[in-house]
C-alpha cells in the first residue's frame, strides 16, 4: 500500500470520529532519531553535562571534554567540584551549598547567571548554565542535564 493511500485511509478514519491514528510510515525510526540525537549532542558547540544527585559526572560531550582540557576517563564517576567547580563558586558560597540548592529548588535553576568554573589547566571562566532535572517515575531526582554555554571570549 503507498504511502498516499495510506494517508487518505487514516485521514478517513480519524474524521469519523475513531481514535486517532498517526501516519509513522515516514517518521524516522527510534534509532534513527537516537543516532541524530548522539550526533546533535556530540556536535554541539555546547557543553552538555549530565550528573547524579551526588554531583558526580556520568557524561559529558566532546566539546566539553576538549573546552575544559579533560577526556572522559578523567570525568566520569568523579565528582564536578574540584573537576569544573571550585570548591568557592561564589562569594560566600560554596559549589556544594550550590549543588544542594539545585537538587532541592531546581526550578530557580533552570537558567543560571554566570557561574565560575575552572578548566584542567587552572583558569577561571564563567559560564552560562541551563539545567534540566530527570525524575524517576516517583518523582525522585535521578540526575541533571546542564548544558553549559561558552562566552565568545573564551573560544
Not at 485511509?9 to 486517532?20: A, D, Q, S, T
Not at 576538549?66 to 562569594?91: A, C, H, N, W
Request: hydrophobic share 35%; net charge positive; with cysteine.
Amino acid at each position: 500500500m503507498s504511502v498516499s493511500i495510506l494517508s487518505i485511509i487514516l485521514g478517513l478514519f480519524n474524521e469519523r470520529g475513531g481514535p486517532k491514528i498517526q501516519d509513522i510510515s515516514t517518521m524516522p525510526s527510534s534509532t534513527e532519531r537516537g543516532t541524530d540525537c548522539c550526533e546533535i549532542v556530540e556536535n554541539a558547540n555546547s557543553i552538555i553535562l549530565t550528573w547524579d544527585t551526588q554531583g558526580k559526572i556520568m557524561y559529558m560531550n566532546k566539546f566539553g571534554q576538549q573546552f575544559f582540557g579533560y577526556t572522559s576517563d578523567e570525568l566520569v564517576g568523579k565528582s564536578i567540584i574540584g573537576k569544573i567547580l571550585p570548591e568557592m563558586s561564589r562569594p560566600g558560597k560554596s559549589s556544594a551549598d550550590m549543588i544542594k540548592d539545585i537538587l532541592k529548588n531546581p526550578e530557580q535553576y533552570v537558567s543560571n547567571d554566570a557561574d565560575e568554573n575552572i578548566k584542567k589547566s587552572g583558569e577561571r571562566v564563567r559560564l552560562l548554565w541551563s539545567n534540566k532535572v530527570i525524575r524517576n517515575r516517583k518523582g525522585d531526582i535521578v540526575k541533571i542535564i546542564s548544558v553549559g554555554n561558552v562566552p565568545k571570549e573564551y573560544l
